[in-house]
């Protein structure tokens, strides 16, 4: 069952640990989107989203922070399953796969690099209207200097718990890193779990696993080993949604307005869903997804969705003609009865 550590105060100092106490967090499954008992035109195709969580509440979208390693350690060289590229390298194709991979609709990224000190190369950014702009944030961060992960954490909390955050949204962060311990980023990670951001960690081949297992921990994240060329499919599965989540979510079902079941449907690593396009029917339009947590925990979440008439409805003109004459003839009727 997922672990949700309680957060304590240290030997008086500023910085916040997570305690070796635990609770469990149940499964939960939301709609995001339309509304429930939105309405549309009948004929109308919808696609409905969702979200689901197995390691907190559920929310109506996503701002997250790609923590970039920018150190000059970045430039070796690693042979992967037969393929040969820098970390820097490594790094680039996974985090655009995991924007590539994300909703438009509901999902803000911000992209931070970090060396010797960090930097904001995006600010959250909405992907419905600025992909292009994240992943050539992405695609911008160089190889230079030391590697100070956890001044890249704590910059990436400014960033999701600042101006830029969308009330009511999840925040979360991605590190990934070839590792370092100097300064230790667990208090920084700790840090950042105790103002409610989860804090996930990738192992970049080559890395100091310890290191990047121990940002996971104290961050209330996810641990991911990208080290190997396992490690490295494993990562582009879970970030195109088909292998597992970082929500601890193991399968989604829906059923259909029409009684459809769709099982097991793409889940990203976020918890994210959708329905396959669904054409307005008249009157109540009902769709069921129920989710399942790997702590074997459920919940299920309803939405409907209203039809009202189109074009087709409106009475033929021979109809309204007729309507009319019986209109008339209650009148004259009445008239004779004054």
Not at 33 to 47: C, D, K, R
Not at 178 to 184: A, C, E, K
Not at 265 to 281: I, Q, R, S, Y
Request: glycine share 12%; net charge negative.
């Amino acid at each position: 069952m997922k672990i949700v550590k309680y957060i304590s105060a240290t030997l008086g100092l500023l910085t916040l640990a997570l305690l070796s106490q635990s609770v469990s967090a149940a499964t939960s499954v939301s709609w995001t989107s339309p509304a429930n008992g939105a309405s549309f035109l009948v004929g109308t195709e919808v696609m409905p989203t969702g979200n689901a969580s197995a390691i907190g509440a559920t929310s109506q979208g996503l701002d997250l922070a790609l923590v970039l390693d920018s150190s000059g350690s970045m430039t070796a060289s690693q042979t992967v399953g037969g393929v040969t590229k820098s970390r820097a390298q490594w790094q680039k194709d996974a985090a655009i796969a995991l924007v590539n991979s994300l909703p438009v609709g509901n999902v803000s990224v911000s992209v931070i690099e970090f060396d010797s000190d960090s930097n904001t190369v995006r600010v959250l950014t909405p992907l419905s209207t600025n992909i292009a702009s994240v992943i050539s944030g992405i695609n911008s961060v160089d190889a230079s200097g030391g590697t100070n992960i956890a001044s890249g954490i704590a910059r990436a909390q400014t960033e999701l718990t600042g101006t830029n955050h969308t009330n009511g949204w999840s925040q979360q962060m991605v590190v990934f890193s070839d590792g370092s311990t100097s300064p230790n980023p667990n208090s920084a990670a700790a840090a950042a779990a105790a103002a409610g951001i989860n804090v996930h960690s990738v192992a970049l081949p080559g890395a100091n696993i310890s290191t990047m297992q121990g940002i996971a921990t104290n961050g209330a994240g996810t641990f991911i080993d990208a080290s190997t060329a396992t490690g490295v499919a494993d990562l582009i599965a879970l970030f195109s949604g088909l292998g597992g989540s970082l929500v601890d979510i193991d399968h989604v079902n829906i059923t259909m307005p029409d009684g459809t079941f769709l099982g097991s449907v793409a889940v990203d690593a976020f918890g994210n869903f959708k329905t396959p396009g669904w054409l307005m029917e008249l009157g109540p339009n009902t769709f069921v997804a129920t989710a399942f947590g790997t702590d074997g925990t459920s919940d299920s979440a309803t939405l409907t969705l209203n039809g009202f008439g189109s074009g087709n409805d409106v009475p033929e003109p021979s109809i309204i003609s007729l309507l009319g004459l019986g209109l008339l003839g209650l009148v004259g009727s009445r008239r004779r009865k004054i």
